[in-house]
């Protein structure tokens, strides 16, 4: 099979292929290696791409490959879902041996000393990682442009960003780079960035899957999740990582449901589970601010949905105003506390400048980018005595407040849907200049993250020829629900003719004239946004 045609799979059809003996794990894995070190100049959507682990993976998934075929077909049906398949990391999952930056200078040179509990998961499914993604800088942004080691561009226009702040790992799935990949979200750094590129993404619930071996922006709020080109490949990157880890004590002992096992390949089945479903459509997600193609793109969704069988119920989300604000004390505040551990005396970047006050100040002050240190600042300030009352004890009120909202709807329905981003992806600069124009990127996706919730974002057609994105919200411990509600809007719209677009910009990426993506000077005056 071409090179071009290996790339171009789904997960769920590699693993099939693979199983027949149609081609192998390694002639699958060389073909992902050449096409991202071919195309990735012109997007950087790697940190870095490891062929000789990749390459030493691929053969290990042979050999159990080989073996099951000599035990029969019981054997092979037995391997696990993402046996040989291609998957990229985000550049803040630590791997023994290899570097983890997470985006920022302050880890630059820090080399993992063992693997995250995700890595550990994804290695024995025999999964192939092919490196790491690129990021926004502590996963603070919503496009990428934080990272300190230069913006990544969005597959669909080069001179747009591909979201954030896991970017990379959306870009990289976009351009059939890796067949899925791991993301973790915050605010919306899953979700976003997946909507942005048109790929699907999903943040499963709080304590779904273990931090152990992720480096921390929020603790309370931080989630590992996954991207895929369809909701079937999302979900199997997900069931492999899910579960309790004794390592990470917020991980949940709630058993992982077989997700894949609901999610048929045949279209008809998978829509017929809409007849009868409540879905809730919240009147306060259609934001001031949001283009009219993502609103007419998203409601001719819900259309969709209700001549398919399901019910629209028109739900109220009041606190939704608050998420913002909510976020941007919470998240700073455990960012502060979380970040002060990078002391240039422990990992990474280091700076000697006198005294032990002295080194801490020039390495901090030099290790870490803007974002960062607004966010150290807004964080400490929020936690500071006298403040801490009127700030972070009343955002978690607040917090409580919104979760109570969402309590409150699924009462009356079994999912929620919405707007995934108000906007399409924006050009590179846009926002850099103008932070609360960046914030404002996630207002549909923060309430989620706050109430601790799963949602998933799938692709509901164009604006602009740039991808558009349906985000579905479940109850706290349903993302078989929600997968399967997303693995059914696919089933009720797979003959749609947006469907047959793919990244229009991906000619560009193979022409060496193309640059590396830059953000556009603008002057200090001048304020981003729409
Ligand atoms: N954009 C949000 C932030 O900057 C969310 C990021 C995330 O989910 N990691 O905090």
């Known amino acids: 099979m071409s090179d071009r045609r290996l790339t171009r799979l789904h997960a769920h059809e590699m693993a099939r292929g693979l199983r027949a003996g149609e081609f192998g794990a390694r002639e699958l894995i060389e073909a992902h290696l ?40 019981a054997a092979l049906a037995a391997l696990p879902p993402l046996l040989g398949i291609p998957v990229g990391l985000k550049d803040l999952v630590v791997t023994r041996g290899q570097p983890s930056t997470a985006g920022s200078r302050i880890l630059e040179g820090f080399v993992g000393p063992f693997d995250a509990h995700i890595a550990e998961r994804i290695r024995e499914a025999g999964a192939v990682v092919l490196g790491k993604t690129n990021m926004d800088e502590f996963a603070m942004g919503s496009s990428t442009e934080h990272s300190a080691w230069g913006p990544t561009a969005n597959p669909w226009a080069l001179d747009r960003v591909p979201g954030g702040s896991s970017g990379g790992s959306a870009a990289a799935v976009a351009a059939y780079h890796a067949a899925v990949s791991i993301g973790t979200d915050t605010g919306g750094s899953i979700r976003q960035p997946a909507a942005l590129c048109g790929v699907t993404g999903m943040k499963p619930t709080y304590g779904r899957v273990s931090r152990f071996g992720i480096i921390a922006f929020a603790s309370s709020l931080d ?58 459509l919240p009147r306060e997600y259609f934001v001031a ?132 981003s108000p906007t399409v992806a924006f050009p590179l600069g846009a926002r850099l200049r103008d932070p609360v124009a960046m914030y404002l990127s996630d207002t549909c996706t923060l309430p989620v993250s706050v109430a601790g919730l799963p949602g998933l974002s799938v692709p509901c057609g164009l604006s602009d020829g740039l991808p558009v994105g349906l985000q579905v919200i479940g109850r706290a411990w349903d993302e078989g629900r929600v997968l399967r509600l997303g693995r059914a809007f696919e089933a009720i719209t797979a003959d749609a003719e947006w469907r047959r677009f793919e990244p229009t910009d991906l000619p560009a990426l193979d022409d060496p004239s193309t640059p590396p993506p830059r953000v556009p000077s603008i002057p200090a005056s001048g304020r981003g946004g729409d």
Not at 34 to 49: E, Q, V
Not at 367 to 386: C, D, H, N, Q, W
């Open 34 to 73: 050449h096409l991202a070190h071919a195309t990735d100049r012109a997007l950087h959507a790697w940190m870095f791409l490891d062929d000789d682990d990749a390459r030493a993976g691929a053969d290990r998934a042979d050999a159990r490959l080989a073996a099951a075929r000599r035990d029969g077909p």
């Open 223 to 280: 989630q590992v999740g996954s991207f895929g080109r369809d909701v079937r490949d999302a979900a199997a990157l997900l069931q492999t990582v899910a579960g309790r880890d004794d390592r990470d004590s917020t991980s949940s002992p709630v058993p992982v449901p077989d997700f894949l096992a609901d999610l048929p390949d045949d279209d008809d089945l998978a829509a017929g589970y809409l007849r009868g479903l409540r879905i809730g």
């Open 289 to 420: 601010g949001m283009e009219t193609g993502v609103e007419a793109r998203v409601r001719e969704a819900v259309s969709a949905l209700e001549s398919a069988g399901a019910e629209i119920v028109d739900v109220a989300l009041p606190h939704t105003d608050y998420g913002l604000a909510t976020y941007y004390i919470v998240a700073p505040a455990e960012a502060s506390a979380n970040l002060a551990r990078y002391d240039g005396i422990r990992f990474g970047h280091s700076v000697r400048d006198g005294d032990v006050l002295a080194d801490y100040l020039a390495t901090r002050g030099t290790g870490f980018g803007p974002e960062v240190k607004r966010r150290i600042m807004l964080g400490t300030y929020a936690l500071s005595a006298g403040y801490y009352d009127a700030y972070y004890v009343k955002a978690q009120k607040v917090r409580t407040l919104i979760k109570a909202d969402f309590d409150a709807a699924f009462e009356r329905v079994d999912a929620i849907v919405a707007p995934t």
